[in-house]
Each structure stands twice: as structure tokens, then as C-alpha cells.
């Protein structure tokens, strides 16, 4: 349940937060994808090309500047360290539209993290940034990623095939859609 909430920083509870990322986050950010490579590497095509904390500082300057289009990324903050990201990407705010992306420290895994990041940020989609429509996409075999938007009420849309290459393989994403409408009727 989130208890406070602005456009910079959401409280869900006493060990749980959400902030936007900062310029001052490169390291830690940069340390995270280091501990997690690996296991990243087989979900997320952007992790081959983060080779040094400048790779993360350019990154988080990226996401600071698509924040007048729409997008915000935080950082998941769990017990006052970063153990994730999550955040609206691709906005078009025109079509008030955006999708969601997030990952999580191997340590930080199963402790419902993700879930309740996901469901803060859904808050403030539909709440503060008036998006009508929020998409996650996942790979199938991510079954991890694949119960977040299952369990917050996101419709299964079907699967894109060969949306995105990762390894240099081309490879099927989920598409799960939650509509304002939806959302309402779920959080009046």
C-alpha cells in the first residue's frame, strides 16, 4: 500500500521506497548490473553494452532527459540501498501510453519487491501522469517477470514474435496491457 506519494519519490512502506534516479546513482547502479550480469544478460538486451559506471551515468542522463516525454525510471529502494530499477519507458504521452520495465537484484528475488513497484507506479500512471494504457513485455520463459503483471490484473495480449534482439537472437515477448478503465474499477 503506498503511503505518500509525489512525482519524485514514493513511500510504500518503512523498508520499501521509490525514487527517481540521479546522477549520483552511476556507481551503485553500475555495481548492481556487475553482481547480476549474468542472470540479467538472459532477460535484458542492454546488458552487453553497460561496460563502466560511465555507461550507467549515461544511461541515468538519458532517462533524466525522456522524463519531459513522459518517462520517469526509479530506483527500487529496499532497506536504504538500491536493489532495482522499474519505470515507464517509450511514453507517448499523445496517446497517453507507456510501457513499463523493471529488474531486480538476485538477492532482492522473491520478496514481492517488483510487484508492489509495479503497482506504486501504476498509481501514479493513472493517477498523476494520465496515461490511459500501460504495457509490460516479457519474454514467456520469464516466469518470474510474466506473474508481476498477472497478478495485478494486466491482460495477456499475446506474443510478439521476434520483437527484440537479445544476444544477438531474436526473441518472443509477452505483451500484457492494463487499461485506466481497468484500474478503476479495481482501485476506485
Known sequence: ????????????????SLR???ENDAAEVFALVQANRQRLRAWMP??????????????IRGCIQAESKGDRQFAIVHRNRIAGLVGFVRSTPHH??????????????????????????????FNHLAFDRIIIRAQPSNTRSCAVP????????????????????????????LLRSQWEKNHP
Open 46 to 59: 542492454w546488458v552487453d553494452s553497460t561496460r563502466t559506471e560511465q555507461d550507467s551515468l549515461s544511461f
Open 150 to 177: 498477472q497478478r495485478l490484473g494486466f491482460t495477456e495480449e499475446g506474443i510478439q514474435p521476434k520483437a527484440e534482439l537479445l544476444n544477438g537472437v531474436h526473441v518472443d515477448l509477452m505483451v500484457y496491457v
Open 96 to 125: 497517453k501510453s507507456s510501457m513499463m520495465g523493471y529488474w531486480l537484484d538476485e538477492q532482492e528475488v522473491g520478496k514481492g519487491l517488483v510487484t508492489q513497484s509495479v503497482q506504486a507506479l501504476l498509481n501514479l500512471g
Open 20 to 22: 527517481l534516479l540521479t
Open 1 to 16: 500500500m503506498v503511503q505518500s506519494q509525489d512525482m519524485d519519490s514514493i513511500l510504500i512502506n518503512s523498508e520499501l
